[in-house]
């Protein structure tokens, strides 16, 4: 499942656009498995540390010191100058080669970055959900049958198809859970049940005069 905080956060519907990606907390979390999956988050946490710089700096000068923290991070000679951003902006190269960085700068570089993230990950991020609700893959329990009975053919899966089967197995066991959940007063109103029995006495044990 996915948690975070300790939260299980609920699965998201179908993004309408990328904005909604990264504007909508959950799918950012979700948004950021997806590509850890892929092994390409780096240009997401690289956008979302600047955000948090332009949202939560307390004055100008905070905003420089995590500004500067940013730039170790992604842009020094052990990060590999900014390669892992995935991006080719001009901006990108300039910041790599640069002394002096300003916030401006890094918001220039996010744009550059989401960009590139909106049209390398959002289609596909996007298909692996269904066409109306991700709810519905309560009823999709038949696909599973189909996919016991492909195994002995010899296919080759498609990128398309092992990414949505991903997020599909990730959404699925928080279905589960909330499942679970929902059974927890039953079953403990039957254990219960089974507790009042044990101290009944049956009838074998019943003696007559």
């Given amino acids: 499942s996915v948690k975070k905080h300790g939260v299980v956060l609920p699965p998201p519907s179908k993004p ?23 092994g390409s988050e780096t240009p997401l946490l690289f956008w979302m540390a600047v955000e948090s710089m332009r949202i939560h700096s307390k004055d100008n000068r905070d905003k420089q010191s995590k500004a500067t923290q940013i730039v170790k991070r992604y842009f020094s000679k052990q990060a590999g100058k900014g390669v892992a951003l995935q991006c080719e902006a001009q901006v990108i190269k300039d ?6 960085i300003t916030p401006a700068m890094l918001l220039s570089a996010q744009a550059a970055v989401g960009k590139t993230l909106g049209d390398r990950w959002y289609e596909r991020y996007r298909d692996c959900f269904p066409d109306d609700s991700v709810t519905d893959l309560q009823d999709m329990g038949y696909e599973e049958d189909d996919m016991h009975a492909e195994k002995a053919k010899p296919k080759v899966i498609s990128l398309k198809a092992k990414t949505r089967a991903i997020c ?24 219960d049940y089974l507790k009042a029995e044990s101290f009944r006495p049956s009838s074998a044990n019943i003696q007559t005069d």
């Fill in 16 to 38: 309408k656009n990328f904005g909604e990606v990264l504007r909508n907390s959950v799918h950012l979390e979700y948004f950021k498995r997806y590509l850890l999956s892929e």
């Fill in 168 to 191: 599909i197995a990730i959404i699925r066991s928080i279905i589960a859970l909330r499942h679970a959940l929902n059974r927890q007063l039953s079953s403990q109103e039957f254990e």
């Fill in 95 to 100: 910041i790599a080669k640069m002394g002096s």
